[in-house]
């Protein structure tokens, strides 16, 4: 694997940028079905359909890489009935969003485990994987049973695996074994809902993001609310560690 050099370009200019890397926690679906009287299942349909406009607004203001968390490591003790709903809900909307996409020059790419997910779902990711590959455009990272200690722990094994010398461990040798090994640093990480944790989410990607927590739940968050998230972005002045 190769680390993508865009990786180490960081910015402290706090007055012009765009975010890079944007990654996002999509919280609050159950509560948004639940204050309209609807079904918990209603609010996740809801929440994916939000999807799609939100990566053509990120797109259109110039982000690079937008990362998605849409279902982590421990989701799987929900009720079994909302687990799924969401994974058929996931397979419908990866079969019928992926040509759209592709044709917007998107490149899609999975984060995470495969091994608990149904053959459908992972056919349906590995297809969107393979159809957008060659594409330019933003990369969508798609975090699917992910969690960011798993993905530490089997970095670790590959390292292993590969025989690489304890004194050839460096952090970028470690980082060219993550999910995101070809996807650079997060510069910002939303999280929408009113919740003010990360939930175990790219816990090394995110070393030194600005994160930003908008109180609004997912499946009303695009357009004025992308723009409220970068002004506070374009607030901060990220030193990584440095004096300025």
């Known amino acids: 694997m190769t680390a993508n050099p865009e990786a180490s370009k960081r910015s ?15 919280d609050g679906n159950g509560r948004w079905a639940v204050s309209r009287g609807l079904d918990v299942s209603d609010g996740h349909q809801a929440g994916f359909e939000n999807l799609q406009r939100v990566v ?15 279902f982590s490591t421990e989701n799987w003790d929900r009720p079994e009935s909302e687990v799924n709903g969401i994974l058929e809900l996931a397979i419908a909307v990866i079969a019928h969003e992926a040509e759209q996409l592709h044709e917007n020059g998107v490149r ?27 594409n330019t455009g933003l990369t969508l990272g798609i ?16 390292l292993l695996v590969d025989g690489v010398a304890a004194e050839d461990i460096s952090e970028e040798k470690f980082a060219e074994y993550l999910y995101t090994s070809d996807m650079p640093e997060v510069d910002l990480m ?28 997912w499946p009303d968050f695009h357009g004025e609310h992308i723009d409220r998230a970068f002004e506070s972005f374009n607030e901060r002045q990220r030193r990584f560690g440095k004096r300025i």
């Open 56 to 70: 053509a607004d990120f797109a259109k203001r110039g982000v690079r890489y937008l990362t998605m968390f849409a």
């Open 143 to 158: 975090a699917f049973d992910y969690g960011g200690r798993a993905e530490i722990v089997d970095a670790v094994k590959s």
């Open 190 to 217: 939303i999280r929408t809902g009113g919740d003010y944790r990360i939930s175990n989410f790219l816990l090394w990607q995110t070393a030194y993001s600005e994160f930003y927590f908008p109180d609004v739940l």
């Open 108 to 134: 899609i790419k999975h984060l995470g485990r495969i091994e608990r997910l149904s053959t459908e779902l992972r056919e349906e990711l590995e297809q969107a994987v393979d159809l957008t590959a060659g």
């Open 12 to 26: 402290t200019n706090a007055t012009t940028d765009v975010p890079h890397h944007v990654a996002i926690i999509m």
